[in-house]
């Protein structure tokens, strides 16, 4: 079994930054990966890092402004988010995967999410 709390989120304004956190708890994971759900829409792959770090993919709407890192002797995975916009105002989820993968379905374990809200 897994456990992730997030932590984090909030409210701030466009051009600001925020890091998320995502603690794990159980087992470690092939890869950790943080998704995205804004209100209405579907669940977005963000960004992913392999447990070694040598692996790390992101959406390509993200890649510049997100950077996803671990911390295995915490068994932490942060999200630093930098040049917020509107647009990035969505509930975001930590997930563990048995394979590195940018697929919501390879993901087998998920947090309870986390609230970033950026105002224009």
């Known amino acids: 079994q897994v456990q992730l709390v997030e932590s984090g989120g909030g409210l701030v304004q466009a051009g600001a930054s925020l890091r998320l956190s995502c603690a794990a708890s159980g087992r470690s994971a092939v890869s950790m990966g943080w998704f995205r759900q804004a209100t209405g829409k579907d669940r977005e792959f963000v960004a992913a890092v392999s447990r070694s770090g040598g692996w790390t993919h992101y959406a390509d709407s993200l890649k510049g402004r997100f950077t996803i890192s671990r911390d295995n002797a915490k068994n932490t995975v942060y999200l630093q988010m930098n040049s917020l916009k509107p647009e990035d105002t969505a509930v975001y989820y930590c997930?563990?995967?048995?394979?590195?993968?940018?697929?919501?379905?390879?993901?087998?374990?998920w947090g309870q999410g986390t609230q970033v809200t950026v105002s224009s």
């Open positions: 997930a563990t995967s048995g394979r590195t993968s940018v697929l919501t379905w390879d993901y087998d374990y």
